[in-house]
């Protein structure tokens, strides 16, 4: 990541998001113009959290690198403050799912192909992960797709307005497997809480983990979250939607197992 101008994980305040036009897609062309004028609600200051990633140096390629120079204002959101208006960044009213650690993208592109009814918000914070992602947006000419590249607790907290989504997917998470950086993972009480929230009725949550300490930890969590019922007595079967993922390929090969948890947001 130390090879090109942008950072990890940019934050950019600002106002309101134009819709979408044909050469910007993700109505974002203004990002760079108007991202450090904040707004009102910017300058409250929020609590900090304890982050479910850690800054690393990662390889990037010349391509990804050129993808991110060249396509982020096309396909990526800036974060902000404020919560997204889902139907002018898409130029759509449509079932709106947000995916959280896309990791390469590979697994978000399958997905977003087969289901061209929904539309798909991959928030991401490593930079070779976005490119990747970018460069396959470009390649393969989805259009229901969009990337935040920000910390994903304070995407959901500051840019989802409640009720507004479809459905979560969180695909093998970090595993923080040392009990003293079980505090890192990403679903906790707290942060279920919160997504729970921005689920509309009848909305999905839909995990999946190799760790199985780490699957214990999911099905605690969201079994004891109130507004959530599980589907499934325990974990479920994998839905046809979702494939295998570059993580999972790595976990089965480490002969590890695979835990896959949906559950739904009550009325
Ligand atoms: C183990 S990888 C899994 C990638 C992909 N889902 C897969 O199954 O192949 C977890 C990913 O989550 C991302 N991540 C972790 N915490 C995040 C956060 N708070 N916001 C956004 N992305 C996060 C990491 O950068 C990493 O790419």
Redesign the pocket.
Known sequence: MSTNTHTDIPAAPGGPIPGPTATDPAGTAHSTADSTAPSGADTVPKPAHI???VHRRSHITPGQKEALDRLMPLWALPYRTVPLDLQRTFGRNAPTIL??????G??TEAIATTRPGDNFLG????NS?VGALLKRIEASGLQNLRIVQ????E?VRDMLAPQSLAGVH??????WPKARHHKRR?VQPPFVELLASRLAPGGYIHC?TDWENYAQQMLEVLGAEPSLCNTCEGYAPRPEYRPQ?????RGLRLGHGVWDLIFTRKS
Do not use: N, W
């Open positions: 982050r479910s990633f995916e959280i650690g896309f990791g390469m590979e697994t928030v991401e914070v490593f992960g920000h910390d994903a607790v995407v969180i695909y093998f998470p970090d595993p990403l999946a993922t570059k993580f999972e390929t």
